[in-house]
Nanobody, 129 residues
């Protein structure tokens, strides 16, 4: 199975930037699509961004489109989330997740938590005014 560990979270001022990393172990994630989700205190988990296992397609929630960029480096077995122009409403625990190897996205399945079999422990991001 795949183990995922997020890092790079912390405290940042509004308008600032952070880059989150999702490092995989146990096996390569080169054949897995990977997504980022986030959950604020007292709120439901929400989709943030996803990248296909081929790396050829990316997807973003409307709330982060134009500000966040998801990418992957298969040689390092790592997926990144570059977050720019951060806002207080971006404050949440951010989780990365991987789906089943070689599984295709269908419709909007990339944004559904049920699509993903493997989850990290999360890294907290706090954006202050």
């Amino acid at each position: 199975q795949v183990q995922l560990v997020e890092s790079g979270g912390g405290l940042v001022q509004a308008g600032g930037s952070l880059r989150l990393s999702c490092a995989a172990s146990g096996r390569t994630i080169s054949s897995h699509s990977v997504a980022w989700f986030r959950q604020a205190p007292g709120k439901e988990r929400e989709f943030v961004a996803a990248i296909s296992w081929s790396g050829g397609r990316t997807y973003y929630a409307d709330s982060v489109k134009g500000r966040f960029t998801i990418s992957r480096d298969n040689a390092k077995n790592t997926v990144y989330l570059q977050m720019n122009s951060l806002r207080p409403e971006d404050t949440a625990v951010y989780y990365c997740a991987a789906d089943r190897a070689w599984a295709p996205y269908t419709g909007n399945s990339y944004s559904k938590s049920a699509t993903y079999d493997y989850w990290g422990q999360g890294t907290p991001v706090t954006v202050s005014s």
